[in-house]
């Protein structure tokens, strides 16, 4: 499987490193680069996860495809295509890179969540409640809810980001836009998990990130991937009990057998969680979308 740490690796020197990507600002255009990085309670680990950033890119191009009515940024990730230099490293930054318009960002991150699970889990037993929305008591850990719901944050630039009510959102990016991404998250979640069921895969919860080209409000960033969105497996689940994930779970589970204090530096990480962690994340696109394992296949391998 290939592997990238970083752009830098080819003689490339990024405007932006953030967690995963890096990011080349090109004026009106910006070319992301999905890494093999891979983070946990915030903090970068110094060996990658093979292919980690191909499946987050695959993925996002794939259900951008199931969307096409959905405005977005995306300009090509067809390497052949790319710009120079970026075009010269195709074989490198090919099924892991997108080139997409700059957009004006949203600072709210649009949360969508169907099931009682992570953040949401711990908040309903603390009071019953999930980012101000009320639950009927006596629900269980991974109960799929009512309806989803839609539990905004802000985008903090450092720190953590913090749960946000409707009203407030509106206060930050106006009532006609924080309406268009409510009810954007909230299709996109529930055709996403009405497609993803289909396939033998549940899909907790999920978040969203707009920005307005044009005047026009756009999705950016990635979208329904196992970063940004929590699968499980349909198969064998049952409400009450924490299902398997597919994502970082396994490198979570890892750290919290040693004694690290999850600040800098990280910890050597065994050859065998790397593998692991892979093959999660590599699973649920195989699921999800065979069809598109075979088109980025080369960069997959």
């Not at 009106?28 to 903090?43: G, K, N, P, Q």
């Not at 405005?71 to 490293?89: G, I, M, Q, R």
Request: proline content about 7%; aromatic content about 8%; some cysteine.
């Amino acid at each position: 499987m290939r592997q990238l740490h970083s752009s830098e690796e080819l003689g490339l020197k990024p405007d932006y490193s953030g967690k995963v990507r890096d990011v080349f600002d090109l004026g009106e255009m910006l070319f992301i680069v999905s890494t093999d990085r891979i983070s946990a309670y915030d903090v970068v680990m110094d060996q990658v996860v093979p292919g980690r950033g191909v499946v987050l890119t695959v993925m996002t191009l794939a259900w951008l495809k199931r969307f096409p009515d959905v405005p977005n940024h995306l300009v090509t990730a067809d390497p052949t295509e790319f710009p120079l230099p970026f075009k010269t490293h195709g074989a490198a930054l090919g099924g892991r890179s997108l080139l997409v318009r700059k957009a004006q960002r949203c600072d709210v991150e649009c949360i969508v969540r169907g099931y009682l699970a992570g953040s949401g889990w711990r908040s309903y037993h603390r009071d019953g409640t999930i980012c101000g929305h009320a639950l009927s008591p006596g629900m269980q850990l991974a109960q799929k809810l009512p309806a989803p719901l839609f539990t905004p944050s802000t985008k903090a630039a450092t720190g953590h980001d913090e749960n946000i009510d409707f009203a407030t959102m509106v206060g930050i990016v106006g009532v006609e836009t924080a309406e268009q991404m409510r009810d954007l998250s909230l299709r996109i979640y529930n055709e996403g998990s009405e497609f993803a069921e289909k396939r033998g895969v549940i899909l907790a919860d999920t978040k969203f990130e707009f920005g307005l080209i044009d005047g026009r409000l756009a999705l950016i960033d990635e979208v329904l991937t196992p970063d940004s969105s929590r699968f499980w497996p349909g198969d064998g689940f049952v409400p009450g009990h924490e299902p398997d994930s597919w994502d970082k779970q396994i490198l979570r589970n890892h750290l919290d057998t040693l004694t690290w204090n999850h600040e800098p530096p990280p910890p050597e990480l065994p050859v065998e969680i790397l593998r692991q962690t892979a093959k999660r994340y590599g699973e649920v696109l195989e699921i999800l979308f065979p069809e598109e394992v075979i088109r980025w296949q080369a960069y997959l391998q």
